[in-house]
């Protein structure tokens, strides 16, 4: 009693708090919604995608494609979202296409980057700088581009059209090879074994083990799938990205067997301007010669 009649002011300030306290919150609650508003601003786009949700849909739209890896994620977006749509991979926005149009108006201008993936992943699968698209070397995609352009465009284009149906025609002859024990057809494997075909008839001409190739490079792709975006540190335990440096090296052995093929034939033909075809000129190109070249650059 005798401290509180000591302390007049006691009572005032006590009753001063719950008076003030709306008049401290209400300031404190503007700040705090401009700041969020300001925070999501950033995500607000026209392009349909995830919402960036103060940094957590970046978050979300990196995992999942960490999770589920390059191809069937874009797919998942493609069904929720539509053929043009946005996310995030390693924080940066990132626009995923599945419109023809669209790519065509990509790949027709060069101020479009032509890098994308980890490093490490890169070089694991064995396309660090060594792609046609995308992560490629520019100074060596100038000197191997003309190749491609030959080889996709003019006679080449007519006949691939030719070597197309024939090679459709021969594997509608025998579905059975992709038909399960229920009667259904593996259209995918079919596919991919037409585009095989096509592929090695137009472009190298040796003959190869479809059924055991396409597996190789299902077993590739799922590696570059799953490897493309994962951080460094992954690859600092051997055994997550073994199994996927096993699916790299039994494509890469495959595919050196029927180049070492290739070169064999080459080396007995008589005639090379008869059998020229894109892994030929490649071939000759990648020992520094023309048609006027040594024949033991070809011998394996």
């Not at 009693?1 to 003030?20: C, F, G, K």
């Not at 994308?116 to 992943?121: A, E």
């Not at 335990?237 to 070492?260: G, N, P, Q, R, T």
Request: net charge neutral; with cysteine.
């Amino acid at each position: 009693m005798v401290l509180e009649m000591l302390n007049p002011m006691h009572y005032n300030i006590t009753s001063m708090v719950p008076e003030a306290m709306p008049a401290a919150t209400m300031p404190i609650l503007l700040l705090t919604g401009l700041f969020l508003l300001v925070w999501n601003y950033e995500g607000t786009s026209s392009i349909p995608g995830p919402g960036y949700c103060m940094g957590i849909g970046p978050l979300i739209s990196h995992g999942r494609f960490l999770w589920m890896g390059i191809g069937s994620a874009c797919n998942y977006y493609n069904q929720v979202y539509g053929e043009f749509m946005r996310v995030w991979i390693s924080g940066e926005e990132t626009l995923i296409i599945s419109k023809s149009s669209s790519m065509f108006h990509i790949m027709k201008h060069n101020h479009y980057s032509s890098r994308f993936g980890s490093k490490l992943g890169l070089q694991c699968i064995g396309m660090h700088e060594k792609g046609i698209i995308f992560n490629n070397n520019p100074d060596l995609w100038k000197t191997t581009r003309p190749f491609f352009m030959k080889a996709l465009s003019g006679p080449g284009l007519v006949r691939m059209v030719t070597v197309c149906a024939e090679s459709l025609k021969t594997h509608l002859d025998r579905l059975e090879e992709v038909t399960n024990e229920s009667g259904y057809v593996d259209v995918l494997t079919l596919l991919r074994r037409v585009m095989l075909d096509t592929s090695n008839m137009l472009f190298l001409r040796i003959p190869l083990d479809e059924s055991a190739i396409v597996v190789k490079i299902q077993g590739y792709f799922d590696a570059w799938q799953a490897l493309l975006i994962k951080p460094d540190i992954f690859f600092k335990i051997s055994w997550l990205y073994k199994k996927y440096e096993k699916s790299v090296k039994d494509l890469k052995d495959a595919i050196e067997v029927l180049i070492a093929e290739k070169r064999r034939r080459i080396s007995t033909e008589e005639k090379l301007e008869e059998c020229m075809d894109f892994a030929t000129e490649l071939i000759l190109a990648a020992c520094g010669t023309s048609l006027s070249w040594t024949w033991s650059c070809a011998k394996p």
